[in-house]
């Protein structure tokens, strides 16, 4: 094996954050002169980058740990390395637990992948680099992207809230904003190579303060020619600043939708949670977006069964969501995170509560989905062509200012020939689903 080029396949769990980090690792990789594998099984090195921000997320990465362990019975010379925030928080653990495991490799740290040579035994990198890292180093790394038309950009790492029920701060440290030169020159390489569309990512990108701040940053993106598009998440209700919430009716390129992570409709777990808003100061900015951007597009976070919460707090979330009316949401039961605040408060909610509260707030927001989606039935809407739809190839897929999925029919044989990705077209909705929608071109 040695003496060839050795091959490398990525595992990704979690959050656009996570996959935007493996996009990473598979570039620094790809400069020290691996190659990537189309499986695990055909691989020298597999890199397991995963996520802890649930307990499920977890588990899944642990049972397919297991299963590689057979795999490196029949292949010794295969190196395991976890990366992200499991490696960051189990640690050491981790290694005893699982000591088939190469390295661990803590999501301030992939850089350290840097030390590692496709040519020799790969044995030069240190086995643990979950250091807290205030060093900008691990955020310069290239990335090898996936498909056009859209390019994630992080502009910061880590999160100083605190929010008691969640293990981001734990695992990925403080806050760190990226200079905005080199999120300028990254976004300018980007258009250059014919990327459309960028989303700054971030895990608070409101409070991105660099030179810039987080609306200079937008600012300075929207003047990049040939960049259509820009899109962020995540933010915070908190630091949702006035300035930008103007910003979301003025920046040209700036896209009509915003992530706005509630949590909670009920004054009392919001403060248990230290999220530093009230409902009534929420809803105010909802208000100040909907008039300063008419027709946006807006989705949240939801915890069911957060410590502490009764029938009375559930309600207020099941009200908040029907007075706001999202477009989407991402609802989780309440996961207990070892280290987290919460996960010590007392009244801690029983599993089956958990359950039920969950689903009621799912069906909730399902009817409201679909009647959003309907009502854009009849509308024109611009729509950026991704490419050939997965279901159906012959159809194209695309999204919506709004982030919506509209599928389409071109009416021509091999529609990939005709509209390239990224290019922009403005359909007529005719029918819409509760995932996507279906668009035709207008008739002339
Ligand atoms: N349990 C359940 N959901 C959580 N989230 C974060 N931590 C937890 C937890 N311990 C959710 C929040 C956050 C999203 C990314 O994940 O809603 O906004
Ligand atoms: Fe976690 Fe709160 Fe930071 Fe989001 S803002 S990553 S929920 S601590």
């Not at 991105?208 to 995540?234: H, W």
Request: hydrophobic share 35%.
């Amino acid at each position: 094996m040695d003496g060839k080029k050795k091959k490398f396949y990525i595992h990704t769990f979690g959050c656009q954050m996570n996959f935007h980090d493996s996009e990473k690792i598979s570039g620094v990789l790809s400069e020290s002169g691996f190659s990537e594998a189309s499986d695990g099984e055909d691989a020298d090195l597999i890199i397991f980058n995963t996520c802890s921000i649930r307990e499920k997320a977890e588990q899944k990465f642990l049972s397919e740990l297991g299963r590689i362990r057979n795999l490196k019975r029949h292949k010794p010379g295969l190196k395991i390395a976890v990366a992200g925030c499991v490696a960051q928080q189990m640690g050491g653990k981790l290694l005893k637990k699982a000591p088939y495991v190469d390295y661990l490799i803590g999501p301030q740290n992939l850089h350290a992948l840097k030390g590692i040579s496709p040519l020799k035994p790969i044995k030069d990198m240190p086995a643990l680099s979950i250091a807290e890292n205030p060093e900008l180093a691990f955020m310069e790394l290239p990335a090898a992207r996936g498909k056009k038309p859209g390019a994630w950009v992080s502009i910061m790492y880590g999160c100083d809230n605190f929010c008691t029920y969640c293990i981001v701060p734990h695992t990925r440290g403080r806050e760190v904003c990226r200079p905005w030169e080199s999120i300028r020159q990254e976004v300018e390489g980007l258009a250059a190579e014919g990327f459309k569309e960028v989303t700054f990512l971030g895990q608070n990108v409101n409070s991105y303060s660099s030179g810039l701040d987080f609306r200079g940053l937008l600012a300075m993106a929207d003047r990049i020619d040939g960049i259509k598009r820009i899109r962020f998440v995540t933010s915070h209700p908190r630091d949702l600043s006035v300035a930008l919430i103007q910003a979301m009716g003025s920046i040209g390129k700036l896209c009509e939708h915003i992530h706005l992570p509630l949590q909670s409709g009920s004054d009392t777990i919001l403060a248990r949670m230290n999220r530093r808003y009230s409902f009534g100061d929420y809803r105010e900015k909802i208000e100040r977006l909907r008039r300063q951007a008419p027709g946006i597009a807006i989705t949240t976070d939801i915890i069911a069964g957060f410590p502490g919460e009764t029938d009375s707090d559930h309600e207020a979330t099941m009200a908040a969501l029907k007075e706001i009316e999202y477009d989407g949401i991402f609802a989780f039961k309440y996961s207990p995170r070892p280290g987290t605040a919460a996960s010590i408060f007392g009244g801690q909610v029983p599993d089956s509560v958990r359950s039920r509260r969950l689903n009621e707030i799912l069906a909730l927001q399902d009817e409201i989905t679909a009647r959003k989606n309907m009502s854009l039935v009849g509308s024109v809407q611009e729509v950026m062509v991704e490419g050939p739809s997965e279901k159906n190839t012959g159809k194209l897929t695309g999204r919506t200012r709004t982030n919506k999925i509209v599928n389409f029919d071109t009416g021509k044989k091999d529609p990939g020939k005709n509209i390239s990705p990224g290019t922009i077209v403005n359909l007529k909705i005719i029918r819409a689903g509760r995932h996507s929608l279906e668009g035709k071109v207008p008739e002339e």
